[in-house]
């Protein structure tokens, strides 16, 4: 086989629905689950995965490093909300709306519906990075107050 072409005969990476792992850093008031990752198939550049948000529930503040996140609506009515000249922005979404969160952007995701909020995530690194913050407007590292239901 000519070394050009090695990379023509890997073998693809399969996670079924219910192997998705939840080993992956989790915030306050969601549950993330992995199902491409460099631990779970071998990828390089890419992590997917779900994540939930219940009923009335909101996450912690977090961001999510060098990585490029995009977000994919598959059920619910999550918003996001983050900081746009010092104010709370907040993106209403529903079924099949995508989101796009830029690198180090602090944000959180809040469900103010009764019915879990389920997204599809597709990040642009190996592993989920994830930074639990105090606040929006604050990089501490350490993990803020239990998450409360959306006003």
Same mark, same amino acid.
């Given at each position: 086989?000519?070394?050009?072409? &090695? &990379?023509?005969?890997?073998?693809?990476?399969?996670? /079924? %629905?219910?192997? $998705?792992?939840?080993?992956?850093?989790?915030?306050?008031?969601?549950?993330? @689950?992995? *199902?491409?990752?460099?631990?779970?198939?071998?990828?390089?550049?890419?992590?997917? *995965?779900? +994540? %939930?948000?219940?009923?009335?529930?909101?996450?912690?503040?977090? #961001?999510? *490093?060098?990585?490029?996140?995009?977000?994919?609506?598959?059920?619910?009515? /999550?918003? @996001?909300? @983050?900081?746009?000249?010092?104010?709370?922005?907040?993106?209403?979404?529903? &079924?099949?709306?995508?989101?796009?969160?830029?690198? @180090?952007?602090? #944000?959180?995701?809040? +469900?103010? *519906?009764?019915?879990?909020?389920?997204?599809? $995530?597709?990040?642009?690194?190996?592993?989920?990075?994830?930074?639990?913050?105090?606040? $929006?407007?604050?990089?501490?590292?350490?993990?803020? /107050? /239990?998450?409360?239901?959306?006003?």
């Amino acid at each position: 086989m000519a070394d050009g072409t &090695a &990379a023509w005969h890997k073998a693809l990476g399969h996670t /079924p %629905h219910e192997e $998705l792992s939840t080993a992956t850093t989790q915030s306050p008031g969601m549950q993330r @689950f992995e *199902g491409i990752s460099g631990r779970l198939t071998d990828s390089v550049g890419l992590w997917m *995965g779900e +994540n %939930h948000v219940h009923g009335g529930m909101r996450s912690q503040d977090h #961001h999510h *490093g060098d990585s490029e996140t995009g977000i994919y609506i598959v059920s619910g009515n /999550p918003v @996001f909300v @983050f900081l746009e000249g010092g104010q709370e922005r907040r993106i209403l979404t529903k &079924a099949g709306d995508y989101v796009y969160v830029p690198p @180090f952007v602090p #944000h959180r995701e809040e +469900n103010p *519906g009764p019915e879990d909020a389920v997204v599809v $995530l597709a990040r642009t690194t190996q592993e989920a990075i994830v930074v639990n913050l105090r606040s $929006l407007s604050e990089w501490e590292v350490e993990p803020g /107050p /239990p998450p409360t239901p959306p006003s």
